[in-house]
T-cell receptor, first 112, second 110 residues
């Protein structure tokens, strides 16, 4: 099992450009999550999908959109990137409530 | 997340014990977790404790839970250089989410 995979690993964007971060899991998990990690702030939840076909906002959803394409894949889109979106983005998945979340390796995004 | 608080830095000598502390706010949390993040990597679950337990031991790791004070701690015995990392405390929420602390950076010095 590959676990949770994310692409790309690194990305540099100019302000105003768009891009989609991809995430896939092969553990047949129901729930998937997108977080951003900034120094001194821990992980903040952007969006999550409790099950296939549903998505919900987390703490910091502004400037992002998500798509739960199928049970395996959950993508995060930045429509018009801003320097404040420079961060490390982590995707995670878990089977259900009160279960461990498994994390991907992260995408390091810089917006100039 | 502002629901979970932890100190930001800890420096410890190799071979000593490390203690990382965390406070949380949601008394309905059923599980509390400790994750470890090594440089340039994602988070890996180290250990967890169910809310009806006071203590859990797993090899060099000991988790203590004080539900009355909503205080969680992680003790690492015989700390090694490979234990240098960021440690995150997290509490489970009823709506499938976890709330994370800001992370404690542990530096092990020789």
């Amino acid at each position: 099992n590959a676990g949770v995979t994310q692409t790309p690993k690194f990305q540099v964007l100019k302000t105003g450009q768009s891009m989609t971060l991809q995430c896939a899991q092969d553990m047949n998990h129901n729930s998937m999550y997108w977080y951003r990690q900034d120094p001194g702030m821990g992980l903040r939840l952007i969006y999550y999908s409790a099950s296939e076909g549903t998505t919900d906002k987390g703490e910091v959803p502004n400037g992002y959109n998500v798509s739960r394409l199928n049970k395996r894949e959950f993508s995060l889109r930045l429509e018009s990137a801003a320097p404040s979106q420079t961060s490390v983005y982590f995707c995670a998945s878990k089977q259900g409530p009160d279960r461990e979340q498994y994390f991907g390796p992260g995408t390091r995004l810089t917006v100039t | 997340g502002e629901d979970v608080e932890q100190s930001l830095f800890l420096s410890v000598r190799e071979g000593d014990s490390s203690v990382i502390n965390c406070t949380y706010t949601d008394s309905s949390s059923t599980y509390l977790y400790w994750y470890k993040q090594e440089p340039g990597a994602g988070l890996q679950l180290l250990t967890y404790i169910f809310s009806n337990m006071d203590m859990k031991q797993d090899q060099r790791l000991t988790v203590l839970l004080n539900k009355k004070d909503k205080h969680l701690s992680l003790r690492i015995a015989d700390t090694q250089t490979g234990d240098s990392a960021i440690y995150f405390c997290a509490e489970s929420k009823v709506d499938y989410k976890l709330s994370f602390g800001a992370g404690t950076t542990v530096t092990v010095r020789a």
